[in-house]
T-cell receptor
Framework: GDSVTQMEGPVTLSEEAFLTINCTYT??????LFWYVQYPGEGLQLLLK?????DKGSNKGFEATYRKETTSFHLEKGSVQVSDSAVYFC???????????FGTGTRLTIIP | GAVVSQHPSWVICKSGTSVKIECRSL??????MFWYRQFPKQSLMLMAT?????????EQGVEKDKFLINHASLTLSTLTVTSAHPEDSSFYIC???????????FGPGTRLTVT
């Protein structure tokens, strides 16, 4: 079945550091890939997505590229801010199925 | 933006009792709502998919008689945990799919503790 393997946290970085959170997946066919972010006390919010190979999703300075050959969708940001502190979830959606399959989440803490 | 609320945000109940959790889409209509369960340091696991006006579809291994789901309107779905036991203690999250698209919007979650 479908699965998502996500970099374990927690991750602690200094402000303005470079961020990478690794995500790899296993799925049949050609899934859509997502990154969700959950700020303290709030629901998951869609951060970015990519629907086909080589697509790059981007939002709020975050980027992730759909790599079919390595079945990966790593999240990156060039210069993190304290406000980026949150839990980040990688997820996939297979074919026409509405179901989302999530990774375990990575807690990111940015220190000033 | 699209907002989904859950009530209560936190509930404690005694073993053997039932508890109802509400999920509301506040500014959009949702024909489909999803219920997830999240254990500490683990992923969100889909429990069931509910469609307005029809029976919910449960994932394998989820007891439909224990986790009753009702989706009576385009803005409200409820999850009732019946005869709760300590092992039902968890974080329950709902999401709603906007009738006009395919994106899911998530509620903030409900923490259930069964004593």
């Amino acid at each position: 079945g479908d699965s998502v393997t996500q970099m374990e946290g927690p991750v602690t970085l200094s402000e303005e550091a470079f961020l990478t959170i690794n995500c790899t997946y296993t799925a049949t066919g050609y899934p859509s890939l997502f990154w969700y972010v959950q700020y303290p006390g709030e629901g998951l919010q869609l951060l970015l997505k990519a629907t086909k190979a080589d697509d790059k999703g981007s939002n709020k300075g975050f980027e992730a590229t759909y790599r079919k050959e390595t079945t990966s969708f790593h999240l990156e940001k060039g210069s993190v801010q304290v406000s980026d502190s949150a839990v980040y979830f990688c997820a996939l959606q297979s074919g026409g199925n509405e179901k989302l399959t999530f990774g375990t989440g990575t807690r990111l803490t940015i220190i000033p | 933006g699209a907002v989904v609320s859950q009530h209560p945000s936190w509930v404690i109940c005694k073993s053997g009792t039932s508890v109802k959790i509400e999920c509301r889409s506040l500014d959009f209509q949702a024909t489909t709502m999803f219920w997830y369960r999240q254990f500490p340091k683990q992923s969100l696991m889909l429990m069931a998919t509910s469609n307005e006006g029809s029976k919910a579809t449960y994932e394998q291994g989820v007891e439909k008689d224990k986790f009753l789901i009702n989706h009576a309107s385009l803005t409200l779905s409820t999850l009732t945990v019946t005869s709760a036991h300590p092992e039902d203690s968890s974080f329950y999250i709902c999401s709603a799919r906007d009738i006009r698209g395919y994106e899911q919007y998530f509620g903030p979650g409900t923490r259930l503790t069964v004593t």
